[in-house]
């Protein structure tokens, strides 16, 4: 359910700036990043409402959370669940924005609406990208919660807020190079429901891509993790 709210939200968003005849049509970068910033703290407040305390939208988030803790068993749910989700939510801004995929006719910015893409395609600089901004969100999200910062971390209610100002300040500042999936599942669920759904005019799910936006943040905040238990 959170990664559901996160991507109809986040992709919702870039729907509306790119595709034709939108209201928002042209709206630009600001507009994406702060509305995936509402879209992630959107998502984790629903995970936790729904049940999940770990409140987890991001299969890198789960991997790494593995690496600091040692437990390993919630990847099998979590990552299934995460990528259904993505699945779900790209489907219904597919349905949102219904009639605007047939007067787009850019077929790039139609896919764009479900997957990343590099500014300029160099597989190795765009891991590297990738890289760097999950790892930022990995340190700064354990920063958030960490002990250090009180004896529960900040307040249960406020992390969520701040993580969402943390997704927003690595949209604007990190973003540029790929379009900042940082999520395996936020890229993979909708490039999935892109290559699957009937879009007029659609092109390719540029699958030859596809394992940037996974790997990229997987290591990324691997690394972090990795550095926070290696000082813990």
Known sequence: MGTMILILLGNGVVAGVLLKRSKAEGAGWLTITTAWGIAVFAGVVTSTAWGSADAHLNPAITV????????????????????????????????????????????DAKLGCFSTSPAIRKPFANLIAEVIGAFVLFLVISAIT?????????????????????????????GGPTGYAINPARDLGPRIAHALLPIAGKRDADWGYAWVPILGPILGCAVAAGLIRFFS
């Not at 803790?69 to 669940?81: L, R, S």
């Open 64 to 107: 790494a959370a593995a690496i600091v803790t040692g437990d390993w068993h919630k990847i099998a749910i979590y990552i299934p669940a995460q990528i259904l989700g993505g699945i779900v939510g790209a489907v219904l801004v597919w349905v949102l924005y219904l009639p605007h995929w047939a007067v787009t006719d850019d077929a």
């Open 146 to 174: 960490s002990k250090a910062v009180g004896p529960h971390g900040l307040a249960v209610g406020l992390s969520p807020f701040l993580v969402g100002f943390l997704v927003w300040g690595i949209g604007m500042s990190l």
